[in-house]
C-alpha cells in the first residue's frame, strides 16, 4: 500500500517528466513537420540514408525516420560531403522542447519550440532560416 501511495505522490509532484520515449515522439514530430520537410527533399533518393550528427541528445540506438526511412548517427570525421543534419539545440523543460536543427546541404536551419498537448507534440512556434 505505501508503494502505491509513493507512485501517486511522485506523479503528482512530477507529473511532466520527460522521458526518452517523449523525446523521440518529440523529434519525430519535427522530422514529419510539411514544411521541414520541404527542405529535405524526400523525393530526391540520393538523399537517403540521412544522417544525424552524433550528439548528447540522442543515442546511436535512437529509432527516428524521415520519410519511413531509417537515419543513421554519425561521427563528423565518418561523413563524407554536407549531406546531415546536426541537433544543435534540444532543450526540455517542464512539457516544452526548445530545438534548433541544422541541416548542412541545404544551409537551413529548423528551430522552434514543441509542446506537450494531451500526450501529443505539437510544434507551437518556429522559424525556418535559410542561411
Given at each position: 500500500?505505501?508503494?502505491?501511495?509513493?507512485i501517486?505522490?511522485?506523479?503528482?509532484?512530477?507529473?511532466?517528466?520527460?522521458?526518452?520515449?517523449?523525446?523521440?515522439?518529440?523529434?519525430?514530430?519535427?522530422?514529419?513537420?510539411?514544411?521541414?520537410?520541404?527542405?529535405?527533399?524526400?523525393?530526391?533518393?540520393d538523399?537517403?540514408?540521412?544522417?544525424?550528427?552524433?550528439?548528447?541528445?540522442?543515442?546511436?540506438?535512437?529509432?527516428?525516420?524521415?520519410?519511413?526511412?531509417?537515419?543513421?548517427?554519425?561521427?563528423?570525421?565518418?561523413?563524407?560531403?554536407?549531406?546531415?543534419?546536426?541537433?544543435?539545440?534540444?532543450?526540455?523543460?517542464?512539457?516544452?522542447?526548445?530545438?534548433?536543427?541544422?541541416?548542412?546541404?541545404?544551409?537551413?536551419?529548423?528551430?522552434?519550440?514543441?509542446?506537450?498537448?494531451?500526450?501529443?507534440?505539437?510544434?507551437?512556434?518556429?522559424?525556418?532560416?535559410?542561411?
Amino acid at each position: 500500500m505505501k508503494f502505491i501511495v509513493m507512485i501517486i505522490c511522485f506523479n503528482l509532484f512530477y507529473p511532466s517528466i520527460i522521458v526518452q520515449s517523449d523525446k523521440l515522439e518529440a523529434i519525430q514530430t519535427i522530422f514529419n513537420f510539411e514544411k521541414f520537410q520541404d527542405y529535405l527533399h524526400t523525393e530526391i533518393k540520393d538523399r537517403f540514408p540521412y544522417l544525424i550528427l552524433e550528439n548528447k541528445y540522442f543515442t546511436k540506438d535512437s529509432r527516428i525516420t524521415i520519410n519511413d526511412q531509417p537515419v543513421l548517427f554519425e561521427k563528423k570525421a565518418n561523413i563524407k560531403g554536407d549531406n546531415y543534419l546536426e541537433i544543435k539545440r534540444f532543450v526540455v523543460q517542464d512539457k516544452i522542447i526548445y530545438f534548433s536543427i541544422f541541416y548542412h546541404l541545404e544551409n537551413v536551419e529548423f528551430k522552434g519550440c514543441l509542446i506537450l498537448n494531451k500526450n501529443q507534440w505539437k510544434i507551437d512556434d518556429y522559424d525556418i532560416i535559410e542561411y
